[in-house]
C-alpha cells in the first residue's frame, strides 16, 4: 500500500514570508498523481495544486509552487508572500490507477500565518 | 454553479442507532467518493459511486453502505452507530473519478455518536 507522510504537524510563518511544507510517498509504480488540499476551519477541503508524475516540471499555482523529487519519492509545497488566510491544514495526497483513484492523505501540516 | 453541498452539518446519534448522510455533488459531476476524517486516523476513504455503481471501496466494515440515485446524489448509511464512527464525513464529486482528476469536497457532516 501507498503511504504519504507528512513529518511537520505543526508550522508558522509571518506574512509575507515563505514556507515550505514536507511530504514523501512510498509507491513502486511510475504513474501516479500527487496533490496538495488545504482545510481551513470551514473544513470545506480545497485543492491547491496537482502533479502528474510523468511531468518533470513542477507545478504552479499563483503564490503556490511544488518541489517534486521523483526519484527521492518527494512532493514538498512552497507557500511564497505568505496571507493570514493561507492558516489551515494542509494535506498531501496520491492517487493512482492501483487503488482506484481513491486519494491516500498523509496526516497533515498545521499551518499558522502570523501577522 | 453550486458547489458540493451535504446535509445535515451535525448530526448527534447514540450507539446502536443508524444515520444516513445525503451529498448532492457539483452539476454534471457522475462520481461521487466519502472520506471519514478523524483525529486519529485522518482522512480514509470510504467507498466511491459512479453512474449507481459501486466502483471503490474503502477498508471499512459492512456497516457502513452507500448508494447513488440517477440524478448522481448520493447517500451514506452507517448502521449499528459505534462511538468510533464519531467524525467528519467528506463527500467528493468530480465529472469521471479517474486519472487524478480534481475532486471538490462539501464541507462536511460532523457526527457525534454518545
Known amino acids: 500500500a501507498q503511504t504519504v507522510t507528512q513529518s511537520q504537524p505543526e508550522m508558522s510563518v509571518q506574512e509575507a514570508e515563505t514556507v515550505t511544507l514536507s511530504c514523501t510517498y512510498d509507491?513502486?509504480?511510475?504513474?501516479?498523481?500527487l496533490f496538495w488540499y488545504k482545510q481551513p476551519p470551514s473544513r470545506q477541503m480545497i485543492l491547491v495544486i496537482r502533479?502528474?508524475?510523468?511531468?518533470?516540471q513542477n507545478a504552479t499555482e499563483n503564490r503556490f509552487s511544488v518541489n517534486f523529487q521523483k526519484a527521492a519519492k518527494s512532493f514538498s509545497l512552497k507557500i511564497s508572500d505568505s496571507q493570514l488566510g493561507d492558516t489551515a491544514m494542509y494535506f498531501c495526497?496520491?492517487?493512482?490507477?492501483?487503488?482506484?483513484?481513491?486519494?491516500?492523505f498523509g496526516k497533515g501540516t498545521s499551518l499558522l500565518v502570523t501577522p | 454553479k453550486a458547489g458540493v453541498t451535504q446535509t445535515p452539518r451535525y448530526l448527534i446519534k447514540t450507539r446502536g442507532q443508524q444515520v444516513t448522510l445525503s451529498c448532492s455533488p457539483i452539476?454534471?459531476?457522475?462520481?461521487v467518493s466519502w472520506y471519514q476524517q478523524t483525529p486519529g486516523q485522518g482522512l480514509q476513504f470510504l467507498f466511491e459511486?459512479?453512474?449507481?455503481?459501486?466502483?471503490n471501496k474503502g477498508n471499512f466494515p459492512g456497516r457502513f453502505s452507500g448508494r447513488q440515485f440517477s440524478n448522481s446524489r448520493s447517500e451514506m448509511n452507517v448502521s449499528t452507530l459505534e462511538l468510533g464512527d464519531s467524525a467528519l464525513y467528506l463527500c467528493?464529486?468530480?465529472?469521471?473519478?479517474?486519472?487524478?482528476?480534481?475532486?471538490?469536497f462539501g464541507s462536511g457532516t460532523q457526527l457525534s455518536v454518545l
Open positions: 502533479q502528474e508524475a510523468y511531468k518533470q
Open positions: 467528493a464529486s468530480s465529472f469521471q473519478g479517474q486519472g487524478g482528476e480534481k475532486l471538490f
Open positions: 459511486y459512479f453512474s449507481e455503481t459501486q466502483r
Open positions: 495526497a496520491f492517487t493512482n490507477s492501483n487503488s482506484g483513484y481513491a486519494l491516500n
Open positions: 509507491t513502486s509504480e511510475s504513474n501516479y498523481y
Open positions: 452539476s454534471g459531476h457522475r462520481s
